[in-house]
């Protein structure tokens, strides 16, 4: 489980100290797939990166499995086993494919079990296994590669920073499937997604607001939901969307 305790965080401005979050209090449960939403600029991503040790807070606690983790860097949390799928994956020119699923598992995969995780994210195995994580892949490819990584980490706490960011329609549909296969999968474990896509809302077990940087609502999804719908600064329906538009 994940408390996050008084957690506030602040940056310098012209202006002085501005905050961006304010006194959150939450609890993340294992075994739970927790969709946190709002209105852009609420504190949704800074609330991630908080959490994964990117950035570090002005005050309050972060606490993971009863390990006070506030002060932990990024290699330290993500060897008690939280990841973290950035917004906009990074690129590694002259890394292939298949290394980069290895380096994410932690051990030496065979062909057919690395295969595994790319077919699980509806990638051709064949085509991409030997390919270099580089400019050659598109924003969708990069996005389900990024995942597939994930997978095969097997973390016990993964949160995605908008993962439907810069991806097609097909790939958004995937990645709807590969979320709820994994939510039907999990026992132990937790997933924590940034979005306001409805259809990411939809698979949600519990939803939690942010606006100006203070929880707003949370709660079952079917408590919380109904209130978002129609609003359309919390949530987008992604329909229409062409290959590489921000959906």
């Not at 860097?73 to 494919?97: D, H, M, S, Y």
């Not at 296994?129 to 892949?137: G, K, M, P, T, Y």
Request: charge should be neutral; aromatic fraction near 4%.
């Amino acid at each position: 489980m994940l408390k996050i305790q008084d957690l506030s965080f602040g940056v310098n401005s012209d202006d002085g100290q501005k905050e961006i979050l304010r006194n959150i209090n939450l609890e993340i449960p294992d075994g739970k797939l927790i969709v946190i939403t709002g209105p852009n600029g609420g504190g949704k991503s800074t609330l991630a990166k908080l959490i994964a040790g990117i950035e570090k807070p002005s005050s309050g606690r972060i606490v993971f499995d009863d390990n006070d983790i506030t002060d932990m860097n990024v290699t330290e949390r993500a060897r008690l086993g939280i990841g973290f799928a950035f917004q906009q994956p990074v690129r590694f020119k002259g890394l292939k494919v298949i290394d980069l699923i290895r380096l994410a598992a932690g051990k030496k995969l065979t062909v057919v079990e690395a295969c595994t995780y790319l077919s699980a994210v509806g990638l051709c195995a064949r085509e991409y296994i030997d390919r270099e994580v580089n400019s050659s892949l598109s924003g969708g490819e990069l996005k389900r590669i990024e995942i597939a990584t994930v997978l095969a980490r097997k973390t016990k706490l993964t949160i995605f920073d908008e993962p439907e960011a810069g991806i097609d329609l097909w790939s958004f549909s995937n990645l709807i499937e590969v979320f709820q296969q994994q939510r039907e999968e999990m026992k132990d474990r937790s997933i924590m997604i940034i979005s306001h896509q409805e259809r990411i809302l939809n698979i949600a077990d519990e939803i939690i607001v942010l606006n100006s940087g203070r929880v707003d609502n949370k709660g079952d999804r079917e408590a919380v939901l109904p209130g978002l719908i129609g609003t359309s600064s919390a949530v987008q329906t992604c329909r229409g969307i062409k290959k590489g538009a921000d959906c």
